[in-house]
């Protein structure tokens, strides 16, 4: 009995998608699987990390997993014991709490033998994620539970995008922790300073993402690139960026990548480079590396 949970990585839209802008966002196949059996008590333990949590424990994991748990459709639930094998750094922008809140939805599901569609499964989810963002827009669970490319827009189903070209993606991680309910409540007190150039830049972000979803559909890849860079500067100007974002962005772009930015929360955390052949994929994870940082190829959606 197994789920999976995919990680993600925005290309477009992040922050501005919590206040109802369109996100353009690939699925990644790195992400979480679970499974569940039977045992004494609900616990879930996560690898590499081990961890275990209950559903009585007060910790996040313990608190999301009670909320799916309890939440379930067959609810009551038998014990359960939740294995779940994590392959994406956590608080980097990946996803990786959605991945983990989708992959031990599916994986309770599959141990009561209780059938869902991914919308289901998303929504789920989403109980899952509100124990650890606050406020989340929902596109972490949503793109968790579907992968594929896509633009989400909060509170609307998933609109898979006909990508004429694929995107490849270099993801750079600064391995600095960042917390997205942090980062979320940072860019809502920039709005309260300041409602009118907030809602300025929110207008700006949205044509981006137009744009971009123009471009992918019709397999330009330097447009996205372009696009992607001018979208890190609008986050730059919410603070989200940090100096390493901006030296992995550089040293990506001077390598060939189309376009480089943060990814999900921003405040460190993962960037991505948006690259289209072999070569510059090589190129850009030895700038990365050179700089002293992990970097790996993605395969985006
Ligand atoms: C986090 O991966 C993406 C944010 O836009 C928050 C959200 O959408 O809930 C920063």
């Known amino acids: 009995?197994?789920?999976?949970?995919?990680?993600?990585?925005?290309?477009l839209g992040e922050h501005a998608v919590v206040y109802g802008v369109p996100a353009i966002a690939a699925g990644l196949r790195r992400g979480v699987v679970a499974t569940a059996r039977p045992g004494p008590q609900t616990v879930l333990r996560c690898a590499p990390?081990?961890?275990?949590?209950?559903?009585?424990?007060?910790?996040d994991l313990g608190r999301?997993?009670?909320?799916?748990?309890?939440?379930h459709p067959r609810a009551p639930l038998p014990p359960l014991e939740i294995d779940a094998t994590v392959e994406l750094?956590?608080?980097?922008?990946?996803?990786?709490?959605?991945?983990?809140g989708v992959a031990v939805v599916r994986a309770l599901d599959e141990a009561v033998g209780h059938e869902a569609p991914d919308a289901e499964v998303a929504e789920r989810a989403l109980a899952w994620e509100r124990v650890f963002h606050g406020n989340p827009s929902g596109l972490d669970n949503t793109m968790a539970a579907h992968g594929g490319i896509a633009v989400y827009v909060k509170g609307t189903p998933l609109t898979h995008l006909d990508v004429r070209k694929p995107l490849r993606l270099v993801i750079g991680n600064?391995?600095?922790?960042?917390?997205?309910?942090?980062?979320v409540a940072m860019v809502a007190r920039h709005r309260e300073r300041d409602p009118d150039q907030f809602e300025a830049n929110l207008r700006a972000i949205e044509t981006l993402v137009r744009n971009a979803r123009l471009a992918i559909e019709a397999g330009d890849v330097r447009a996205v690139g372009q696009l992607m860079d001018l979208n890190q500067a609008l986050l730059s100007a919410w603070m989200l960026s940090?100096?390493?974002i901006e030296d992995l962005c550089a040293a990506s772009r001077e390598a060939g990548a189309a376009g480089a930015k943060l990814t999900g929360a921003g405040g460190g955390g993962c960037m991505i480079a948006l690259v289209d052949s072999d070569e510059v994929a090589a190129a850009v994870i030895a700038a990365i590396e050179a700089l002293g940082f992990e970097a790996f190829e993605a395969e985006a959606g």
């Open 1 to 11: 009995m197994s789920g999976l949970g995919r990680g993600k990585a925005i290309l």
């Open 64 to 71: 999301a997993l009670r909320a799916v748990v309890d939440a």
């Open 49 to 59: 990390w081990g961890t275990a949590h209950g559903t009585d424990s007060d910790e």
């Open 174 to 183: 600064t391995a600095e922790p960042s917390s997205t309910k942090e980062m």
């Open 89 to 100: 750094p956590a608080g980097a922008g990946l996803g990786c709490s959605a991945a983990i």
């Open 242 to 244: 940090t100096p390493s």
